[in-house]
């Protein structure tokens, strides 16, 4: 059974930062890209960082100077460093898994996790 499954969200001030982890199990994890996306009530969903296979890493300008993300292959694990947040980084934040990615484009991703809540207070 595929599974991703993230976990390390949570209600944390402004300035504050998060890591975020997706674990990964069910398929051959050294062979998928990872991206992290996130979508705010009423809004649509937006993607943040993606990590190839090989370890290359893509960033939305709206994170770029903010956020880090990594993969360790040994784990089947992808993380999300978060600093310098902001109340309008609320949101559910899910990871995805894409075959031959990664792609900016959520509706190219073929694994999704069940989302992990990021609360920012100001």
């Known amino acids: 059974e595929v599974q991703l499954v993230e976990s390390g969200g949570g209600l944390v001030q402004a300035g504050g930062s998060l890591r975020l982890s997706c674990a990964a199990s069910?398929?051959?994890?050294?062979?998928?890209?990872i991206g992290w996306f996130r979508q705010a009530p009423g809004k649509e969903r937006e993607g943040l960082s993606f990590?190839?296979?090989?370890?290359?890493?893509y960033f939305d300008d709206s994170v770029k100077d903010r956020f880090t993300i990594s993969r360790d292959n040994e784990k089947n694990t992808v993380y999300l460093q978060m600093n310098s947040l902001k109340p309008e980084d609320t949101a559910v934040y899910y990871c995805?898994?894409?075959?031959?990615?990664?792609?900016?484009?959520?509706?190219?991703?073929?694994?999704w996790g069940q989302g992990t809540q990021v609360t920012v207070s100001s």
């Open positions: 995805a898994a894409a075959f031959s990615g990664p792609y900016s484009d959520w509706n190219l991703y073929d694994y």
């Open positions: 069910g398929f051959t994890f050294d062979d998928y890209a």
């Open positions: 990590i190839s296979a090989h370890g290359s890493a």
